[in-house]
């Protein structure tokens, strides 16, 4: 199995930036997509981003499409996610996520990490 650990969190005010990292341990991440997700309070757990085993394929919610963008490299065995021009609506405990196949469904996905909390002040 894999375990993911993520990094990163904390505190930013609404327009910063902030990197969340994703260290995979266990096996190599390189025949995972691999996803990020996110649950505010009082919302459904809800998509963010992905990316192909390779790298060559992401996608993005449309909340955050432009603003954020995600990375991988499997030699290093990790996966970031780079989030710039925040909001306090990305206040949230973001997910990191390993899967088999492309998806945007949480269900989709088979390992997770702990979350950490981004908060996003106005």
């Known amino acids: 199995q894999v375990q993911l650990v993520e990094s990163g969190g904390g505190l930013v005010q609404a327009g910063g930036s902030l990197r969340l990292s994703c260290a995979a341990s266990?096996?190599?991440?390189?025949?995972?997509?691999m996803g990020w997700f996110r649950q505010a309070p009082g919302r459904e757990r809800e998509f963010v981003a992905r990316?192909?085993?390779?790298?060559?394929?992401?996608y993005y919610a449309d909340s955050v499409r432009g603003r954020f963008t995600i990375s991988r490299d499997n030699a290093k065995n990790t996966v970031s996610l780079q989030m710039n021009s925040l909001k306090p609506e990305d206040t949230a405990v973001y997910y990191c996520?390993?899967?088999?196949?492309?998806?945007?469904?949480?269900?989709?996905?088979?390992?997770w990490g702990q979350g950490t909390q981004v908060t996003v002040s106005s």
């Open positions: 996520s390993a899967g088999p196949r492309l998806a945007v469904h949480d269900a989709s996905y088979t390992y």
């Open positions: 266990g096996r190599t991440i390189s025949t995972y997509v």
């Open positions: 990316i192909s085993w390779s790298g060559g394929n992401t």
